[in-house]
């Protein structure tokens, strides 16, 4: 696995931290990267707009993923319009603490 730290890219959030994701170093590729990043950080694909590794250099194809090295920071460069269609509203069965056994039950 390749370990990358990826935040969106927001400098009015007052706190902006990275989370960690983790991708299958068989699976470098740029759209692999782009779906794990949004689907840990809540965001609809759509709305992104490029993926820029820190300090200053933007990822443009699956060779610019193969170079990345664990711990490298990237930001989700997204673009600002309807805030309320930014975020991708997860499905029951990808939020935290969804039990499936407990939504089957019936009364």
């Keep these: ?54 300090p200053n ?8 993923v193969a170079r990345l090295q664990d711990f490298q920071e990237l930001e989700l460069v997204v673009a600002v319009g309807d805030k309320n269609s930014l975020f991708r509203v997860p499905a029951l069965s990808e939020q935290s603490g969804y039990n499936k056994k407990a939504s089957e039950l019936t009364y």
């Design 57 to 64: 250099t933007m990822l443009r194809k699956d060779k610019d």
């Design 1 to 54: 696995e390749l370990v990358l730290k990826v935040r969106i890219q927001n400098p009015n959030l007052r706190e902006n931290d990275f989370i960690e994701i983790e991708l299958d170093r068989q699976e470098l590729t740029y759209k692999e990267l782009l779906r794990v990043s949004c689907r840990e950080l809540g965001v609809n694909p759509e709305h992104v707009q490029k993926i820029r590794k820190l």
